[in-house]
């Protein structure tokens, strides 16, 4: 019997990280190809997995002539190729996939939303960007939510239809490998590199620096926290990005002068940091799902992070963390100075921390529950 045909897009490869691991389970039941920009890094991804690459050349940024001739190679792709599922991922490459599969009627059209990226747009832009997920929500058999709130926000704002949207199991697009992310098999010389004491109370960040993930709000509050506590430090991992959403001339000032924090840039590895660490912090304005809090959790790290979509359905307060309102650096700073001063509180939230992310996300398990999607929809 001939295995059905399953592609699956992303504008960059790089959101294939989402799903690895998951394509050689796929391949017992389908015949799995993955279509994306950046050639080589596409094919190195297809590599790893052992599945088939189409390289169609999208642009992140919108480019109606590009599109356009996008759109064509998708629609030539899948009437050449015929697949059965067609899985789209990222608003421009879910868009163009989703509208060539539904005008060459594939039977199967599988539209997952990792966010909402129109969130925290305004005028013009917002209305197309919205756009853009309806249309991809109208082509679509299946709409897939990484997290509850995307799915509910999608419905309120008139996205998708209610009895189209889920989301499965607990969402996440991939879960947590929880053997990598183990503290136990982890070594961390961080400390003794940053000359950070063993007795210092330590909050990370992973993450771009940008507004968008509330860095200003972090490093103000973590600044006025220092005032009264000389053996507390803060460790941001990841890159500045002076382009798109920089964070304030004020905050990159206090990164720079404040010998308590410890801006480390872009780390292939953040085990590291997290096993380094007491407490983590994502103090963003917007996320679909709030990845980085359940990496957290399984390297056994309490969070504190802010009351929005994705991240209020990862952290149970005062169970594996802390839950403070968006874009409220008061609220922000009166948590991390509370944790500080209640080490037993800490300590008890610690030990709640790996095992919610066993029980909910560990890798398998979600694998798992896709599996099963994928094959009750043929």
Known sequence: MEMKKFYITTTIPLTF???????RLWEEQFDVCAISSEKEKLKAFAEEEGIAYKYIPMKREISLFSDFICLILFIWTFIKERPYIVHGNTP????????????TRRPVRI???????????????????????????MCATHVISVSKGVADVMVVDGLCE???MQVVGYGSAGGVNLGWFNPQEVQSNIRKELNISDTSFVFCFVGRLVGD???NELVKAFDRLCEDNKDVHLLLVG???SVQNPIETKTSSIIEHNPNIHAVGMQKDVRPYLKASNAFVLASYREGFGMVLIEAGAMGLPCITTNITGCNEIIVPGE???IVESKDQESLYLEMKRWIENPL??????NNARRMVEERYDCHKVWNNYYQFYKNVI
């Open 111 to 137: 539209y997952m939303c990792h966010g909402l990226r129109y969130q925290g747009t305004k005028g013009k832009l917002r209305k197309l960007l919205m756009m853009m997920e309806r249309l991809s929500c």
């Open 239 to 241: 890159p500045v990005e």
């Open 92 to 103: 421009k490459a879910s868009m163009l996939s989703m509208v060539a599969a539904w005008i």
């Open 17 to 23: 990280i989402f799903f690895k691991g998951q394509p």
């Open 320 to 322: 594996n963390g802390a």
């Open 162 to 164: 209610k009895e189209k």
């Open 213 to 215: 993930k509330g860095v």
């Open 345 to 350: 509180l800490v300590e008890s939230m610690e």
